[in-house]
């Protein structure tokens, strides 16, 4: 069974560009959720998707948004890029509900640097 | 605002020894204590899952404990291999905010 797949694994951008980062869930899955992971601050949750419908956000300015589709699909989109959104972001899909606390299963990341 | 705590940041030993390693979260109304492990540069690996109403969860050389009412939980890695070192962090599963993640403890074994 395939895991999660995260494209493109690495990216390079300038401040100012935006970027579109695509997620495939475990099939079955169709809780996705997204998580930016820096050195200063670790693991931070940006948001998750059920049946095409955001049902959670974290703390996050609104230049992060995504979408999921009705394959369960996911991506997520940062426009105006800044240096500080350097980052590993991490896609996780799980086969529970949103607020039911099922496990979650991690893709490889997408690293992006801004320059 | 929940905060989840790893203690210790960095934990060195020899290959063949037990060891523990620590985890408290500031809000005891959890859904779940998630245990994972992430390799340089690699996504997460789910190693196990809690659920609120479990005591501890077992699988293969490692075992986790939960205790809400302390705030605490624990991961035990028995009889400790060259493969284990990797960063091993725990979330706290709290529903509307997802997985509030420890910022890990940094393992090495030494052969």
């Known amino acids: 069974k395939a895991g999660v797949t995260q494209t493109p694994r690495y990216l390079i951008k300038t401040r100012g560009q935006q970027v579109t980062l695509s997620c495939s869930p475990i099939s079955g899955h169709r809780s996705v959720s997204w998580y930016q992971q820096t050195p200063g601050q670790g693991l931070q949750f940006l948001f998750e998707y059920f049946s095409e419908t955001q049902r959670n956000k974290g703390n996050f300015p609104g230049r992060f948004s995504g979408r999921q589709f009705s394959n369960s699909r996911s991506e997520m989109n940062v426009s105006t890029l800044e240096l500080g959104d350097s980052a590993l972001y991490l896609c996780?899909?799980?086969?529970?509900?949103?607020?039911?606390?099922?496990?979650?299963?991690f893709g490889e990341g997408s690293r992006l640097t801004v320059l | 605002k929940q905060e989840v705590t790893q203690i210790p940041a960095a934990l060195s030993v020899p290959e063949g020894e037990n060891l523990v390693l620590n985890c408290s979260f500031t809000?005891?109304?959890?859904?779940?204590l998630q245990w994972f492990r992430q390799d340089p540069g690699k996504g997460l690996t789910s190693l196990l899952l809690?659920?609120?109403?479990?005591r501890e969860q077992t699988s293969g050389r490692l075992n986790a404990s939960l205790d809400k009412s302390s705030g605490r939980s624990t991961l035990y890695i028995a009889a400790s291999q060259p493969g284990d070192s990797a960063t091993y962090l725990c979330?706290?599963?709290?529903?509307?905010?997802?997985?509030?993640f420890g910022k890990g403890t940094h393992l090495i074994i030494q052969p």
């Open positions: 809000d005891s109304a959890i859904y779940n």
């Open positions: 996780a899909s799980s086969l529970a509900n949103p607020g039911v606390g099922g496990e979650l299963f």
């Open positions: 979330a706290r599963g709290g529903g509307a905010d997802g997985l509030t």
């Open positions: 809690i659920q609120s109403s479990q």
